[in-house]
């Protein structure tokens, strides 16, 4: 798309980004920025220059947060995927490597798809998947079952931030098959894969 206006009172620095304005479409501002090395382009939902520039100060100001690592921001593309993109992603893998439990992974990831595939996956937390638990749990579903569900989309969401697609994956409860509530490490290992079926373990061991 032909740019037909740039603003670098931000500054000439590469870090600082640039306002821009395209020949078609939204006559608003667009901000374009870099972030861990590559650029983005967002609206800043506005035709008016000062309004425009002090949007692109706050992204800046979020961009440094991040990198300090005192508040994650996600980028414009981890915002639009969804969790569909990373079930459908996580199934291709899995087919691609054909494990004899492609079948059943697939049967367990249908579920988790029809509750979670619309949702945004930078909006799922860890009390969005706790929600889902108990849901299960009050339909009868036993505490293996809801494991395997569990899995499959932590194993998602691990695939996504391996591969960029996602910066980060919520924290996922690792139910106790004796009858006992625990808290699986989704974030810093496959400890949340200990006690599943066996059929979980070849993808567990090619994430690490």
């Not at 005192?70 to 087919?95: G, M």
């Not at 974030?187 to 090619?206: K, Y």
């Amino acid at each position: 798309m032909k740019i037909i206006e740039r603003n670098r009172d931000l500054g000439e620095d590469r870090g600082k980004g640039t306002l821009l304005r395209y020949a078609k479409g939204s006559p608003n501002w667009f901000f374009a920025y870099y972030q861990n090395g590559k650029e983005h382009r967002v609206s800043t939902g506005t035709d008016d220059l000062k309004a425009a520039k002090r949007f692109a100060k706050q992204r800046l100001d979020e961009v440094v947060g991040d990198r300090q690592g005192l508040k994650h921001l996600a980028t414009p593309a981890a915002k639009r995927a969804t969790v569909q993109q990373l079930l459908d992603a996580y199934l291709n893998d899995v087919r691609l490597r054909e494990l004899k439990s492609v079948s059943h992974i697939i049967d367990h990831a249908r579920p988790v798809a029809n509750h979670f595939g619309p949702l945004r996956a930078c909006d799922v937390s860890a009390k969005t998947v706790d929600k889902y638990i108990e849901t299960l749990r009050a339909a009868g579903k036993a505490n293996a079952t809801i494991n395997r569900q569990t899995q499959i989309l932590s194993a998602a969401y691990k695939l996504a931030v391996a591969r960029k697609v996602v910066t980060e994956a919520p924290s996922i409860r690792k139910l106790s098959e004796a009858g006992k509530v625990g808290l699986g490490r989704s974030e810093g290992g496959d400890d949340h894969l200990a006690g599943l079926e066996e059929w979980s373990q070849p993808h567990a061991r090619n994430l690490r």
